[in-house]
């Protein structure tokens, strides 16, 4: 392989004119297009580059800087929209990752790209369930107040809240885009299809409760190529202590 289409070689950088959805993109080496979790932003991957790994966090609206848009209600318009405004960089070589919510909505992106002959080398899915499953015991935001979404999520997620504010008055708009997300995960209904083309890499927590290990196992169901599982110590977030390893097994997969 070249040394250009390689993960190590993200020296220079282009930007993507026209687009909210994503910064600058390395322009050169795979492009490994990143989608964060329920309630959760780009920065989530900022600490990938301590470890050599310059991903492209796609920003989704409703957050951080696209925090006075709207915020996504159904995962098929999500992906409609992130996938026509992606396409363009999708001309080269790139993967998707997506950890929690972001499997699920990088796996429908993955799906619209590939029916418009632009696949993914590979979809790398994080602590998520498959698509396919039914979620009986997933998080719902509806009827809760603040002070209980922030409780339960902890409990499901491990950690969910890096920074809570001391004035409980803006834990609200702190919120905010879980309660969207979880209501869009919760309205999310699969629509069949033959398997993929493209290679899946399925990561878990192994002390996960939220999404146990069983439940990503069931992503092989959903390639027709190669599909690998790994196990790391850890629940919700263990790519937050095992970094340097996922890392390592995400480089290991795309060479």
């Known amino acids: 392989m070249h040394r250009a289409d390689t993960l190590g070689d993200l020296d220079w950088r282009v930007c993507v004119p026209g687009t909210p959805w994503v910064g600058r993109a390395p322009a050169r ?32 609206p409703g957050r951080e800087s696209r925090f006075g848009e709207p915020a996504a209600t ?21 993967a998707i990752f997506g950890h929690s919510m972001g499997a699920l909505v990088g796996f429908e992106v993955a799906r619209r790209l590939a029916a418009r002959g632009r696949p993914p080398r590979r979809l790398f899915v994080s602590a998520g369930p498959a698509p396919h499953l039914p979620s009986p015991h997933r998080l719902r935001a509806r009827g809760l107040s603040d002070e209980e979404l922030l409780a339960a999520a902890r409990r499901a997620f491990d950690s969910i809240a890096d920074a809570v504010p001391e004035d409980r008055r803006l834990l609200g708009p702190l919120l905010r885009p879980l309660r969207a997300d979880l209501a869009m995960v919760e309205r999310y209904r699969h629509c069949p299809t033959p ?16 999404t146990p290990v069983d439940e990503i196992r069931e992503w092989r169901v959903q390639t027709s190529a190669d599909f690998r599982l790994r196990v790391f110590p850890g629940g919700h977030f263990y790519l937050d202590e095992c970094r340097r390893e996922l890392l390592r097994d995400i480089r290991s997969d795309l060479v």
């Open 195 to 210: 398997p993929m083309s493209f290679p899946i890499t399925a990561f878990a927590g192994r002390e996960d409760s939220y």
């Open 74 to 94: 159904e995962v098929a318009e999500l992906a409609d929209e992130a996938a026509e405004a992606l396409f363009p960089l999708a001309d080269r070589p790139f």
């Open 29 to 60: 080496g795979i492009l490994l297009l990143c989608f964060p979790g329920a309630g959760k932003g780009s920065v989530m991957y900022h600490r990938w580059q301590e470890e050599g790994l310059d991903p492209l966090a796609v920003r989704l």
